[in-house]
């Protein structure tokens, strides 16, 4: 019998071939020719400084942009502060919120889980967020998802996202139990059927998934616009390493070349964000983690 999991995977992979050009991504300063650099607040959270200090260690660290989370930007908001603060705070300090992180549950929350992403989505704009992740957050794993229904709510948040101008970014997890893979990402985006549809991939993802990465050859340049940057170790297996695992880019034994290559020559302007999880990087001055992933990732780009 083949394995249930395998199926669907092989299911998304020809359901992947279907998909077209998106539209233009929108015209932003080009460092480093055609990328930027931005610091997702996970890789230093380990002592939870708070948002006004990930953007202060973003800025004086040398990122364009930050990736924040939905909760910090709460937290924040609950201390009695305002949206209008927090923004005017990001833009004295010269940086942009590239892409938040957050866990509204789109494809299987019905109606309060699309007000959810509305909320999250009106929230970001407030501080000039342009994008939010939109993974598979909250979809029972018992049984297999059903690929052309989610495609239908990505179109609705899709929708939401030209409405308060916050875009959703299709995310796959490896390790979640109904979309692991790009090909099962694809075949959502393809049954979306929007000119708008966006990827956001993850070079852990990719592997913990089984992905591959020769599959971002295939994909037009417009439909994928922020990239996880990070790397994974090879003394571990792939189906026992976690989050806490990835280190940085370079450091592991991922292509990371080859992926930073495969990027710049499918066109458009790439935003990549450092996203780590690891616990020793937590322990460490969270200043020099910031400068020490950006100056790996400028060095790799540099490489290709």
Same mark, same amino acid.
């Given at each position: ?54 953007? #202060? ?50 494809? =299987? ?26 993974? /598979?957050?909250?979809? &029972?794993?018992?049984?297999?998802? #059903? ?29 979640? &139990? ?14 979306? #059927? ?20 020769? =599959? ?32 940085? /880019?370079?450091?592991?034994?991922? /292509? ?28 460490? #001055?969270?200043? =020099? ?16």
């Amino acid at each position: 019998m083949i394995n249930r999991r395998k199926a669907i995977s092989n299911i998304a992979l020809l359901s992947s071939s279907a998909m077209l050009s998106a539209s233009c991504t929108s015209k932003k300063e080009i460092v480093q020719g055609d990328f930027r650099f931005c610091l997702n607040t996970s890789t230093i959270s380990g002592s939870n400084p708070g948002i006004l200090k990930y953007i #202060d260690i973003a800025a004086e660290a040398g990122y364009d942009g930050i990736e924040v989370w939905i909760r910090d930007i709460k937290a924040y908001l609950e201390e009695g502060n305002t949206a209008a603060s927090l923004k005017q705070y990001i833009d004295d300090r010269g940086m942009k919120v590239e892409n938040a992180i957050g866990f509204a549950p789109w494809i =299987s929350g019905g109606e309060q889980g699309m007000e959810q992403m509305r909320e999250e989505m009106e929230m970001l704009a407030l501080i000039g967020g342009k994008r939010i992740a939109a993974p /598979p957050a909250g979809v &029972p794993g018992d049984e297999p998802m #059903d690929f052309f229904l989610a495609g239908e709510k990505y179109a609705e948040i899709l929708t939401l996202g030209r409405e308060t101008g916050v875009m959703p970014q299709l995310e796959f997890w490896g390790a979640s &139990p109904v979309m692991w893979h790009i090909g099962q990402a694809l075949m959502v985006a393809a049954s979306a #059927d929007d000119p708008d549809v966006r990827l956001l991939p993850d070079i852990y993802h990719m592997f913990k998934g089984g992905s591959g990465f020769d =599959s971002l050859k295939m994909l037009n340049g417009h439909m994928i616009e922020i990239f996880h940057m990070n790397d994974y170790v090879g003394s571990i297996p792939r189906e026992e390493q976690t989050d806490a695992d990835r280190v940085y /880019p370079g450091d592991g034994v991922g /292509p990371v070349k080859q992926v930073l290559r495969d990027l710049k020559n499918m066109g458009g302007v790439k935003v990549l964000s450092l996203e780590l999880f690891n616990r020793i990087y937590w322990e460490q #001055d969270p200043f =020099s983690v910031a400068k020490t992933g950006l100056e790996k990732m400028r060095l790799l780009v540099n490489g290709i």
